[in-house]
């Protein structure tokens, strides 16, 4: 049974950075996806950010292409959410997911695993 555990959010103001991390466990991914989601207050999840295993192509959604950057690192099993430039309507809870698929990756359905989601607060 995978696990995902996410971690790594808080509460800043605009403009600054944080970094999520997320650690896969119980099998060794070496194909598939990796994506991040969040889910503001009243609203429906939506696609943050994506990237394959094997070769790590990424997937950004419009509104923070530019500002965040995804990462792997395939001998620990964790996946990286680098957000800078962080802005109010960032704010969210911020979830992981693995798929095992590398198709699809900006659709909730894809995904086969999710983690517990960390808070991310962005004060103006």
């Known amino acids: 049974q995978v696990q995902l555990v996410d971690s790594g959010g808080g509460l800043v103001q605009a403009g600054a950075s944080l970094r999520l991390s997320c650690v896969a466990s119980g099998r060794t991914f070496s194909s598939g996806a990796m994506g991040w989601f969040r889910q503001a207050p009243g609203k429906g999840r939506e696609f943050v950010a994506a990237i394959t295993w094997s070769s790590g192509t990424t997937f950004y959604a419009d509104s923070v292409k530019g500002r965040f950057t995804i990462s792997r690192d395939n001998a620990k099993n964790t996946v990286g959410l680098q957000m800078n430039s962080l802005k109010p309507e960032d704010t969210a809870v911020y979830s992981c997911?693995?798929?095992?698929?590398?198709?699809?990756?900006?659709?909730?359905?894809?995904?086969?695993?999710w983690g517990q989601g960390t808070q991310v607060t962005v004060s103006s």
């Open positions: 997911a693995a798929s095992y698929s590398s198709y699809g990756l900006r659709y909730p359905p894809t995904y086969d695993y």
